[in-house]
């Protein structure tokens, strides 16, 4: 992590990601590329800080609240920072036919947190979240975290104890989704 | 049908179809070919017009009409619609994981009939390592020369860019997607104008589903014809449903329109969890009214016209299974949430409707309600209805009018039950 007072910019930090980024969108739509900056900026901190804000708004020539108002629109991207790890469970509708509830109170349990909640660590934070797009795969989880976003498939309470073990020591090995 | 025609990946011989070489070595982008070097894009517009294929993203408008409809200005674009966030809908998933270049190729043959150089692939922000590998495909692409400028040696050049969601259902509906794609919020856009005429930076615009663009291929290489011998007369090709909830196998089953709930849920997914009875069918995920479990209904063929007629949408066939167990104003109060979560806020109806039917059911649930609770429930959905900008907040109010109009009493047992206290009631 970036010490405070050095101030390294996402211009100095991403240069040649945010280039291609830009390609993406017609040169004279350059706020096209506000999310996908969001997203990359969000990376590290897991969260996207202030200056982070000010810097995509002078990249793209719009507006810090208009930023802000993206930020605070969408579900994936964080004004405040979280767990390392944020444990997202699917308790939408299909999933919750197949257990979902039962299985992310048993989570929170293990964890010894509420939905919403961080562990006292701040390691790991339980959400509830809407469909994913797996929902024959039920009971199911992503973990959003400096790596990206991962699924994981057909979990037990006991699936889950493991990987928080795994995660704890290891917090950049995850690459693939696992399925059960 | 023996043969799967969009989830190739499961045919015997074809479960490398997710890799170029493989996916050439079976043919792959012939279709494409032809149509650069051998159509015009009118041809392409009128053979896919003639295929009858309907858009798979919940609304069944034919494809080939929808092209045609773009207003005679350039630069064009087509839009991929890979959002994919209804509660039990997994299937544009599984084409884009399992047989990639079979959409890519719908969307590339879309792209040229629609004259446009740029083609977005708009998917859900969750879909993050999918499209880290969607576009490595397309620099594959690129590489053999079927992506980038003069194709094939003709005047046709295309791009491919992904762009990724950030957790918001509404950019699904396609004014808000293209709003995403421009940088703003995604909330819907007043229609019309249509998308057709004033779609992507205010230029005509294409917006198909993934899986209506995954059907393209086999049309251009197999003809109107075979395609329409597949289903029936107003509904034809092939479907995948996602089957999610009770079911006993869950999963994507490809099958021809106009097979049966029946045939679906008993003969290939083998019946209900448990062997349990099975009381009620959501058909189209969250959006659409429920089902009772009925010979009628069960014997129903999933077209878009047969589904309509005994009171749902077949929609993008999302079709969640409930059993004898469930409690709908339980359902109700689930898919409310996520309607209330959902809504962009843009409309007051919408927005403050969910937020009080969300808190009628939980009271309800909670066996805080009192006898009223349900028919003011009723009148809360009643007036979203209709009122609305886009069509969310009529889906918001489908499972709830429906529940309460075939399961009343699983709204009010819980008062008669007397399994909660009827003193907090202060609001
Ligand atoms: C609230 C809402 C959500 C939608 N979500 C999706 C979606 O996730 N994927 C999709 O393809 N279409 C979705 N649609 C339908 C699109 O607006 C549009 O009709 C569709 O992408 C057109 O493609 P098609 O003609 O190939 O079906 C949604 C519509 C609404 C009103
Ligand atoms: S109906 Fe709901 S989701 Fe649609 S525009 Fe209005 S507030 Fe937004
Ligand atoms: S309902 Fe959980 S993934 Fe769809």
């Known amino acids: 992590m970036t010490p405070k007072e050095m101030v390294v910019t996402l211009r100095d930090r991403y240069a040649d990601e945010i280039e291609t980024i830009l390609e993406r969108y017609p040169a004279e739509q350059k706020r096209s590329a506000v999310m996908p900056l969001i997203f990359m ?51 939408d509708l299909p999933c919750a036919l197949r257990g979902a509830d039962e299985f992310a109170e048993q989570v929170c349990e293990n964890l010894g947190v509420k ?24 009971p199911m989880f992503q973990v959003q975290n400096s790596s990206g976003l991962t699924y994981y498939e057909c979990q037990s309470a006991d699936d889950v104890n493991v990987l928080v073990k795994e995660l704890r020591t290891s917090p950049d090995d995850l690459d693939e989704t696992v399925s059960g | 049908m023996s043969e799967f025609l969009l989830l190739r990946h499961r045919n015997i011989g074809e479960e490398g179809i997710a890799e170029l070489d493989e996916y050439l070595r079976l043919g792959g982008f012939q279709a494409f070919r032809k149509v650069v070097t051998q159509m015009s894009p009118q041809q392409v517009i009128d053979l896919v017009k003639a295929s009858g294929l309907r858009g798979r993203g919940g609304a069944g408008f034919p494809t080939g009409i929808k092209w045609s409809f773009l207003s005679d200005r350039f630069p064009r674009y087509v839009v991929a619609n890979s959002d994919e966030s209804e509660p039990g809908t997994f299937k544009d998933r599984e084409i884009m994981e399992r047989n990639p270049f079979q959409f890519l190729e719908g969307l590339m043959i ?27 495909k397309v620099i594959q692409l690129h590489d053999h020369g079927m992506l980038g400028d003069r194709i094939f ?14 957790g918001a ?72 449903m996602c089957l999610s909830g009770h079911a006993k196998n869950p999963g994507n089953y490809e099958v021809p329109l106009g097979t049966t709930f029946r045939e679906l849920i008993f003969d290939l ?28 209904v069960l014997d129903t063929p999933l077209t878009y016209e047969d589904v309509s007629l005994v009171g749902s949408q077949l929609g993008s066939a999302s079709i969640i299974l409930l059993d004898e167990t469930v409690d709908v104003s339980w359902a109700a109060m689930k898919t409310t949430r996520f309607f209330k979560h959902e809504s962009c806020g843009k409309c007051t109806p919408c927005r403050e409707g969910t937020y009080w039917m969300d808190r009628l059911l939980h009271r309800i649930n909670n066996g805080q309600g009192d006898h009223e609770d349900a028919n003011l429930l009723g009148e809360v959905a009643k007036q979203i209805t209709g009122k609305c900008l886009c069509p969310l907040g009529d889906f918001s109010t489908s499972a709830v009018i429906s529940g309460l109009e075939l399961f009343h009493d699983d709204f009010t047992q819980h008062v008669r039950n007397g399994n909660g206290s009827t003193v907090e009631l202060s609001e």
């Open chain 1, 41 to 91: 900026a969000q990376r590290e901190e897991g969260y996207i800080t202030g200056s982070a804000i000010d810097e995509i708004a002078e990249l793209l020539d719009i507006a810090s609240t208009q930023v802000v108002s993206i930020v605070g629109f969408y579900t994936l991207f964080y004004a405040n920072p979280g767990g390392m790890h944020r444990i997202q469970i699917c308790t």
């Open chain 1, 115 to 138: 939905l919403g909640e961080t562990t006292d660590d701040g390691q790991f934070t339980v959400e509830a979240v809407m469909c994913l797009a797996a929902c024959d795969k039920a």
């Open chain 2, 110 to 136: 879309c792209a040229y009939a629609s004259q446009a150089h740029v083609a977005y692939n708009y998917c859900r922000g969750e879909f993050w390592q999918l499209v880290d590998e969607l576009q490595s």
């Open chain 2, 153 to 166: 040696g003709s005047e046709f050049s295309l791009q491919i860019h992904h762009h990724l969601g950030a």
């Open chain 2, 169 to 240: 259902y509404i950019c699904g509906e396609e004014s808000a997607l293209l709003e995403s794609i421009e940088g703003k919020l995604g909330q819907p856009r007043l229609k019309p104008p249509f998308p057709a005429d004033r779609g992507l930076y205010q230029q005509p615009t294409v917006v198909n589903n993934t899986e209506t663009l995954a059907n393209v291929p086999l049309i251009i290489e197999r003809g109107a014809e075979w395609y329409r011998s597949i289903g029936v007369e107003k509904s034809c090709g092939p479907k995948i």
């Open chain 2, 269 to 296: 997914a083998d019946g209900i969890t448990g062997d349990k009875r099975l009381k009620a069918i959501l058909p189209s995920g969250a959006s659409a009214p429920i089902l009772p479990a009925t010979d009628v």
